[in-house]
């Protein structure tokens, strides 16, 4: 019989719909196969997950890796892992890695992702770690119970391992000819088994599985609409919240009148501190009592979108800089060069947008609580309720279902906190989304930044000298890939005006955009050939390997651009992947509007685990980077946001694009590693560089030409 639990951990599109049953947060290892019935468990060991439980082992170092599979007696197999689903398919991925190892087909697999009672602990779904390091671990899980599932089939059958194979779920004794399936090898039992770090898992160039275009794990779900996102669930009685917000940045609550709100039928008011919010029986109820309530608030001054750059240069702690490299004289090296620029980059704030705002659902259980939100960091949010309520972790069970995409934009989980707090006081579930103009407003934003370059370089076309200096943007992607001498690199903190935060690619966006417009001019004043500059200043073989890829399905150099266009070419490398763009851009006169019309990028992440998911997430990257490129950015004055709706805020458009190509370089020889983030790098600056060649003007800012909404 099926009991509750059981019911709650089937598709993700349905779980989020049922009623949350009473949990046992504290599961233990009884528990775990009482709910999951009999079978095999090959399990990490973690301090804060059910692998401790499991396992009665030490906690790893590094509690990324912690996950589990559970082969039942019905020969079905389910995978637990703390990672995040935010529309970047790693739940086929996953399966897939899985899959391979254990000889099934990937529909034999279920996922269990980003539930904090029923995963293992996990630091969050961010820094395209999920492949490089989630990834690995589950290899060596699943071959783990491969060879665990052998053993005991030699065993039953009183015969050598050398006389077996496994193949779609059974094991086949070659000798005679009988078969046994995985459910029946563990029908019964209640096996647990720590992962085996030595054992062996299929070498690449044997996968059948893994490195195929395996379609979405649950994409028909998606396509007929039947997926539930956190924005659309519905409990029994549940009621919908509302959030009083500040009037601009750095105001603070002076005092808020409620009495008219809390006189209104079917409205339940919530007064904390600083925390004021109302919910009711239906969203129009909520806006209405939300607006009864008279607050006034104290302001101070904000410096606005005219004024950033030169708070940022002003405010940046420059004794507390973060020297990442520094090698050689740099500024004597300058002196010294036959050919120096110098140069000052700036790059606007901008949002993620993604299409689902903020969302999250509150229930309390008793002194138990249950959030549904949409979030990268299921544990992260966990432990923030457990700092705002003030009870055990243990007490708090997170489910993040399948998102709405965060782009590096959730990693916190506001809404699931503010719909908890509401339903504390309501007893009653509670729904919180947060509107277009909130999630554009109080969301954080890719941080803006300056960044400050000089460079020299000889008569010969070799750069002698390189200092690189950013302001506020962040420190990834910062370091050169060119074999320079003499380098002097800095990130330089500072406290920002806005919330900012982590964004696709994080400051690699724009540590890359300044440095390959630097090499790019560097190539003109010398008069070569930019992508032969670049080669020749290369030692990375990956990095030379897609820039000749990119610029050979290009045509570079092999015609000029017609009059009005121009060709321009950029490459960079984050977390471990090489990336680069060859784009063409048209530039009107009159106007000076800039349109892309072909892009050409060249990617390489190792060996390639789905083809078509991977070119998805490389085209969505170039997509992207079009809007960080040519428009987007957030306007503020005085701690407002003035363009905090997409009427206002410029996000590409099917009449934006491109025509895109790509180009996947696939390594069997290397680690399969992250590709989320490192293929946006190339297209701005390669735009950039073309617009330079169409044009002759060099660029300095990001947006390169913020165009008005039309």
């Known amino acids: 019989m099926e009991t509750k639990q059981e019911h709650n951990m089937i598709a993700p599109e349905q779980y989020e719909l049922q009623v949350p049953p009473a949990y046992d947060f504290n599961m233990n290892r009884r528990t775990f196969f009482n709910v999951l019935g009999s079978g095999m468990v090959v399990a990490f060991t973690a301090s804060r997950s059910l692998g401790a439980a499991l396992t009665e082992n030490p906690a790893p170092a590094d509690d990324q890796v912690n996950a589990w599979i559970h082969i039942g007696e019905k020969g079905n197999i389910t995978v637990y892992t703390g990672k995040a689903e935010v529309g970047q398919n790693i739940r086929t991925s996953l399966a897939q890695i899985v899959a391979e190892e254990l000889k099934v087909a990937v529909e034999r697999i279920s996922m269990i992702m980003g539930d904090t009672a029923l995963t293992p602990y996990d630091r969050g779904t961010f820094g395209s770690r999920s492949i490089p390091y989630m990834g690995p671990q589950l290899r060596k899980a699943a071959a783990t119970a491969r060879e665990l599932i052998m053993d005991m089939a030699a065993e039953k059958w009183k015969t050598d391992r050398a006389s077996l194979s496994i193949n779609n779920g059974e094991i086949k004794n070659i000798k005679d000819g009988r078969i046994i399936g995985l459910g029946e090898l563990t029908q019964g039992k209640a096996l647990v088994k720590p992962v085996d770090d030595s054992v062996a898992v299929t070498p690449v160039d044997q996968w059948r599985i893994a490195g195929t275009a395996v379609p979405k794990a649950n994409g028909a779900s998606f396509i007929t609409g039947r997926h539930r996102f956190a924005s659309d669930m519905k409990l029994p009685g549940m009621l919908y ?176 906190i503010e719909a908890a707090r509401l339903a504390k006081e309501a007893q009653k579930p509670v729904k919180v989304v947060w509107t277009r103009e909130e999630e554009f407003t109080w969301a954080y934003f890719r941080p803006a930044g300056v960044i400050d370059v000089k460079a020299g370089a000889s008569k010969a076309g070799i750069v002698t000298s390189w200092e690189f200096h950013n302001y506020n943007s962040g420190g990834s992607g910062i370091d050169t890939p060119y074999n320079v001498a003499n380098t002097e690199i800095k990130f330089h903190p500072c406290d920002s005006p806005l919330r900012q935060g982590s964004y696709r690619g994080l400051a690699a966006t724009a540590n890359v955009f300044a440095r390959e417009s630097m090499m790019n001019d560097l190539a003109l004043e010398l008069k070569m050939d930019p992508l032969a500059f670049r080669l020749k200043n290369l030692k990375e073989e990956r990095m030379i390997a897609v820039l000749e890829a990119a610029a050979k399905a290009f045509g570079w150099n092999k015609a000029a651009p017609p009059q009005g266009h121009g060709f321009g070419i950029a490459c960079g490398t984050e977390k471990g992947s090489f990336v680069a763009t060859c784009a063409e851009v048209a530039v009107d006169a009159e106007s000076t509007e800039i349109k892309v019309i072909r892009a050409v990028t060249a990617f390489e992440c190792g060996a390639i685990i789905n083809p078509i998911h991977l070119e998805n997430q490389i085209e969505g990257a170039v997509i992207q980077g079009l809007g960080g490129a040519l428009f987007e950015r957030i306007d503020f004055k005085e701690g407002k946001i003035l363009n905090p709706t997409f009427s206002h805020y410029r996000v590409p458009r099917f009449n934006d694009l491109p025509a895109i190509e790509t180009v996947m370089i696939n390594r069997p020889d290397l680690p399969s590693v992250g590709a989320g983030e490192t293929p946006i790098l190339g297209i701005a600056p390669a735009i950039r560089n073309a617009v330079t060649n169409a044009t002759g003007t060099r660029l300095y800012s990001l947006p390169l030409a913020p165009n008005p909404m039309k």
């Open 241 to 416: 919240g509302k959030i009083l917000r500040p009037p601009a940045y750095g105001a603070s609550l002076v005092s808020a009148d409620v009495s008219a709100a809390r006189n209104m039928k079917g409205v339940i008011v919530v007064k904390d501190g600083d925390f004021v919010g109302v919910a009711a029986s239906h969203p129009n109820l909520a806006t209405g009592a939300l607006k009864a309530i008279k607050a006034e608030w104290k302001t101070t001054p904000q410096p606005s979108r005219s004024e950033i750059f030169d708070y940022l240069k002003q405010k940046a702690e420059t004794p507390n800089s973060r020297n990442t490299d520094k090698t050689g004289d740099a500024g004597s090296a300058f002196a010294k060069a036959d050919v120096t620029l110098e140069q000052t980059f700036r790059i606007d704030y901008i949002a993620h947008a993604p299409l689902e705002p903020r969302a999250g659902v509150a229930e309390w259980t008793g002194d138990k609580l249950t959030v549904w939100t949409g979030t990268q960091r299921p544990f992260g949010v966990q432990e923030d309720l457990e700092k705002v309520f003030h009870i055990p972790k243990e007490n708090i069970r997170v489910i993040q279902p399948d998102t709405g995409s965060g782009y590096g934009g959730k990693h916190t989980g506001e809404a699931g």
